[in-house]
């Protein structure tokens, strides 16, 4: 479907570049796992070597790192979620999530991701209705 439209994809892991800034559903590390846990952005960023948004585990975070060389940071954006608000998946039924629920825009120059604003789906739905 998504050739069709014209769209291209990529792998499961593998990074899509827009303006030099990589994105992901899923950062892998050396081990072909996903980063996971309380400081997963952390520990994504302290590895990358360009920007990175993510999405993985559905909590909106930002995170910087700096970085000796002429790039002096990167930045790591957990994009969180598009479903509807309160929704749980049925595979995290019983955990705890902290899912951020909205959208982000990136704005993204010189390579990196400048700024993000989230907008959550309470405001969308009451900016446009369901």
Same mark, same amino acid.
Not at 14 to 35: C, M, S, W
């Given at each position: ?24 559903? #899923? #950062? ?16 994504? #960023? ?13 909590? %909106?975070?930002?995170?910087? #790192? %700096?970085?000796?060389? %002429? ?12 479903? %509807? ?26 390579? +990196? ?6 907008? +959550? ?10």
């Amino acid at each position: 479907l998504f050739k069709q439209a014209g769209w291209t994809t990529t792998q499961y892991g593998e990074f899509y570049f827009v303006d030099g800034v990589g994105f992901v559903h #899923a #950062a892998l590390n050396r081990l072909g796992k996903t980063y996971g846990g309380k400081t997963a952005e952390a520990s994504i #960023a302290n590895d990358a070597v360009f920007d990175i948004a993510v999405g993985h585990s559905h909590i %909106p975070q930002v995170r910087r #790192a %700096p970085k000796i060389g %002429p790039q002096q940071y990167v930045t790591v954006v957990n994009l969180g979620c598009a479903l %509807p608000q309160n929704h749980i998946e049925n595979y995290a039924m019983h955990t705890t999530t902290g899912w951020g629920y909205g959208v982000n825009e990136l704005f993204i120059q010189e390579n +990196s991701i400048q700024s993000v604003k989230f907008t +959550s789906m309470i405001e969308l739905e009451k900016l446009y209705g369901k």
